[in-house]
């Protein structure tokens, strides 16, 4: 079988090996589809958290193949949406509740690949089964649509007043129909690509900005208002922001749309040192959150939102690829002004 493992920078190598052996505890998949991570491009094009020989590939889904005789709940055949995380269940963080946050956490990699073992796979928390024909291409947005439901929940947004998502890749797209999904009446978003703004707007959101040709900060305050706090006379009136462009301008400028006392959710990865205004942090007591990954009962949520489609992730894949072009592929996704989501396909 094959699999892409990264060998450096921009250099990726679709390597033949041994097919996978199923354990008592274990499940094999043959991979239908694994989408391109904003995590996978920072590994292909800046040597981020990866090393020489590592797979790559955690957003995808597939058929099961073979079924350990301890695994309950599945049988060859089914259809499945994967969780890639594999949390120990027993450190600090895991006891409780956020087993994002495992300190003896693995994961399941090699999405990019013909077939995929998942070790100790329990259905409900790494294996998710598919309902009737629903696409596998589609399924394979479960890991990032997590991500977005964590990111949700972990900021708990004022959803009757302004929320701004700044960044629109998968993340950000997952983030803005969580949040509607979940009833917020104002969203505005914030993309320097006119292809993810529209796919943004087309979801939903009630107002787009793109910094190469607006004034985002003007914008707002004069549409949204300004308020007023201890020290900090004028300041904008959003409820939340959202951070998933990792863009060292963006934070900044949260700090100064935002009212006293709300959440600014950082999601993004920047790959590089942030500054932030202290000042405005302190004296209007926002909450900067760092959101990182999902709790299994995040993934649970998410499925459910997927299979419904009331997250509709159809129009987010704007590329696919087979394997064997999984370079081609990565440029594709590495191009923000033309690509949202590139699927991979064996």
């Not at 958290?49 to 957003?59: D, S, T």
């Not at 690949?113 to 329990?122: K, T």
């Not at 302004?162 to 978003?189: E, N």
């Amino acid at each position: 079988m094959r699999v892409v493992t990264w060998q450096a920078v921009e250099t990726l190598s679709l390597d033949e090996v041994d097919a996978p052996v199923c354990g008592p505890s274990d499940v094999v998949l043959s991979v239908g589809a694994c989408g391109i991570c904003g995590s996978d491009v920072h590994s292909y094009t800046e040597g981020m958290w990866i090393a020489p020989g590592v797979p790559l590939g955690h957003e995808y889904a597939g058929t099961v193949t073979a079924v350990g005789s301890a695994v309950a709940g599945l049988r060859v055949g089914d259809r499945v949406a994967v969780n890639p995380a594999a949390p120990c269940g027993s450190c600090p963080r895991c006891s409780e509740g956020r087993q994002n946050l495992c300190s003896r956490g693995s994961g399941h990699s090699g999405g990019f690949g013909d077939q995929v073992l998942v070790r100790n796979a329990v259905v409900g928390q790494h294996l998710f089964v598919l309902p009737g024909d629903f696409p596998l291409e589609e399924a394979s947005f479960l890991e990032p649509l997590s991500v977005a439901v964590r990111a949700v929940h972990h900021a708990a947004p004022p959803l009757d007043e302004p929320i701004v998502v700044f960044g629109l890749g998968t993340i950000g797209q997952c983030v803005v129909q969580v949040l509607l999904a979940a009833g917020a009446r104002d969203v505005i978003v914030v993309d320097t690509s006119h292809r993810r703004l529209a796919a943004a707007v087309s979801a939903g959101a009630h107002e787009a900005l793109n910094p190469s040709s607006d004034d985002v900060g003007a914008s707002l305050f004069a549409s949204r208002g300004t308020t007023s706090s201890p020290y900090q006379p004028r300041s904008g009136a959003i409820g939340a922001v959202f951070e998933c462009s990792g863009a060292a301008p963006v934070l900044p400028l949260a700090f100064s749309l935002a009212r006293a006392g709300a959440p600014i959710a950082a999601i993004a990865l920047a790959g590089h040192p942030l500054s932030i205004p202290v000042d405005d942090l302190v004296q209007k007591e926002l909450r900067l959150l760092g959101s990182f990954a999902y709790t299994p009962r995040d993934c649970q949520e998410a499925f459910d939102l997927l299979v419904s489609r009331r997250v509709d992730v159809r129009p987010l894949i704007s590329h696919r690829f087979a394997l064997a072009d999984i370079t081609a592929a990565f440029e594709a996704q590495r191009d923000t002004g033309a690509s949202i989501k590139v699927v991979v396909s064996p």
